[in-house]
């Protein structure tokens, strides 16, 4: 048996998986080879120091806060995923009915130009005359219906319905949402 | 009660038995913890973490592998994430030396008086050579040495072949053996 073997056999030994005759083979090559046998007591002594290191007690509240950590688990506990179903469904179901409720209508963006005179718009049932930002209206207008009003009217503004700023992207998303469950609910 | 019953009951919702879990298993991991992180509050806060992990991964625990072992798989996950943190700087729990040496805290014993006075330099010593090894061989001279667990526990742990689990307890005893040769 060489000493490269003879290595493995102690760490079988130390492993308690030696057999009797590997055992009595190691004790064998130990007699007679002094490099093997300081190999031997060297490993045997390395790993009683590791037994030196005694087990280290947790904080003895480390339970009870492991316990009050623990999340609510029964038979009739709600999987994650179908929590955040829920509150996405009903999310969009409350943005639904809030833009409903608050009157928002389908946009429709109309580029208006007017070269004076009276020009009169009445937009859809259900939608508004828009005049974005930066756009002028030359002469009165006047709408049978709501306007979002940013841009500028050169003349005078007859407005039958409500008048407020173009809506923004709340508004938007809101009547969108408000349009697909009118959609889903067959109004 | 075997852990495999406390496991199921634990999946119907019976705290207690999850609770009979932790107490069975609190010390061990937070020891692994411990010896592989060398700081006592942050091995408590990663142990906490273990068991609220096992709890919420209840459902996909298997049982055809040992609780223990899929209980050690998740705290080796997340002490890596932790030294890894280390590492990039982002968790200064270490202090690092003139030399470069990165020296974590020096453990306090005032809880358990008997260490006191079994040769602190010794302990100290094989701490420190514990930590000196590579982070595998570390842990599975941990599991092996210390936690006293089989090879084939430790394979399931690891996710590594047995002849690989030796082969790194084989060498790390050698480094061992040269770290700590003037001790003792």
Redesign the interface.
Known sequence: MDCRETELLCHRYLDKEITTEEFRALKDHLRVCPRCLLVWNSLRETVDLLAVLADEPPDPELFSRIMMRLPTRGRWRIKPRILRFAAVAAFTLAVGWAGFFTGTRQMLTAAVESRGGRMTVVPQPGRALIIPEGATVLGDLYVEGDVFLSGKVEGSIHVTGRSRPEPNLWHRLAGAVSRFWRMLWGR | MADGELVAR?K??D?EA??EL??RY???I??FV??LLRH?EE??DV??EV??RA??A?DRYSPEQPFTAWLYKIANNLCIDVLRRRRNGTLPLATQTDQGEIRTEI?DHA??P??LF??WE??RA??EA?ASLPYKYRVV?ILR??QDLS?QEICAITGQPEGTV?AQ??RA?RL??AR??S??
């Open positions: 634990s119907k919702g705290r999850f609770g932790v107490l609190q010390k061990p937070f020891n411990y010896r006592r091995a408590q142990t906490q068991f609220l709890f919420r209840l453990p809880h358990n008997e260490l079994a040769g010794t302990r094989v701490e514990i001279t040495h210390l090879y030796k307890i084989h005893r061992l053996r700590l040769s001790v003792g």
